[in-house]
């Protein structure tokens, strides 16, 4: 064999092998808008047809659902648009001893049957939040019946962590989907209510030790400090704003297998709604080719 053209298979070899390697690092997750960033901004669209249109024209990869109640009229508009709804944010209660949700929640499930949705839990339980073992436990069994449900349509389930909720922490939330023990349940690094109710520090060991249960991280810019003592208005910026580095939750989790999906939170940010979610989605593709070149 000439050893020249050995050499050169060698090389064109390693070659091939590192490009491989380098060309599967993307930062590929859905990325989506929560529904609070076509509604509550300023000078936000009317009606659901101009939302979904606006998601379409910035180039996210969806709009959330928000509330049983305009499910059907929002999901046509999607549908319309040809764009998804990655997630579902709903209340969970007990009321009396007893769980509780929306009467018409299973319905909107089979709807949803085979169209990648998650449904993401707050739950709210006044009578138990001096008992959380019993609140827990019937919890547990609530978010079960549930799941149990769901599982057939395809359907994932993920507790959502929020200041002065019944379950305002991150491993709350784990916890819950440990007992839970279903598949389809998980919990969501929520992270602008983790740094208002748990503080900064720790973040990145929070977020490893419950990695194995995200189907969801809620992102956007915010401050570093005493972020317990901070305002909204400093927690929940554009993304790409503020002094904590949002880039390096998400390349950590990414570093770290993470498949699941990032939500754009928008809670009370003041500026004009076009304005902060084209920094938002400008900063993304700013991550993704960030991610990819690392």
């Not at 007990?94 to 949803?112: A, F, K, P």
């Amino acid at each position: 064999m000439n050893l020249k053209n050995l050499n050169f298979g060698l090389l064109f070899l390693v070659l091939s092998l590192l490009f491989s390697c380098s060309s599967n690092k993307e930062l590929d997750n859905i990325f989506y808008c929560f529904n609070n960033g076509v509604r509550t901004l300023p000078n936000a669209p009317v009606g659901f047809e101009a939302q979904a249109a606006l998601i379409k024209r910035l180039g996210f990869d969806g709009l959330a659902g928000h509330t049983e109640d305009n499910y059907y009229e929002l999901r046509a508009a999607m549908d319309k648009e040809g764009i998804k709804m990655p997630e579902m944010y709903i209340a969970m209660n007990i009321v009396d001893g007893q769980i509780s949700y929306h009467e018409e929640l299973r319905n909107i499930l089979e709807h949803s049957k085979n169209r990648d949705l998650l449904v993401t839990l707050h739950l709210h339980a006044d009578e138990f939040m001096d008992n959380k073992t019993e609140g827990d436990r019937r919890f547990v069994e609530g978010i079960r019946e549930l799941a149990d449900f769901a599982a057939p349509l395809k359907i994932k389930i993920a507790i959502y962590p929020h200041v002065s909720f019944y379950c305002e922490k991150l491993e709350h939330a784990e916890n819950l989907a440990k007992k839970v023990n279903r598949e389809n349940v998980g919990a969501v690094y929520n992270l602008c209510h983790l740094l208002k109710v748990e503080g900064e520090v720790g973040w990145e060991e929070k977020a490893l030790a419950a990695l194995p249960y995200l189907f969801m991280v809620s992102i956007n810019g915010a401050d570093s400090g005493n972020t317990k003592e901070m305002e909204w208005n400093q927690l929940i910026q554009p993304l790409g704003e503020g002094s904590f580095d949002t880039y390096k939750l998400i390349e950590l989790l990414k570093d770290n297998g993470y498949e699941g999906k990032f939500g754009l939170q928008c809670y009370n940010i003041k500026q004009d709604c076009e304005v902060a979610l084209t920094k938002s989605i400008n900063t993304w593709e700013e991550y993704k080719m960030r991610y990819t070149k690392k």
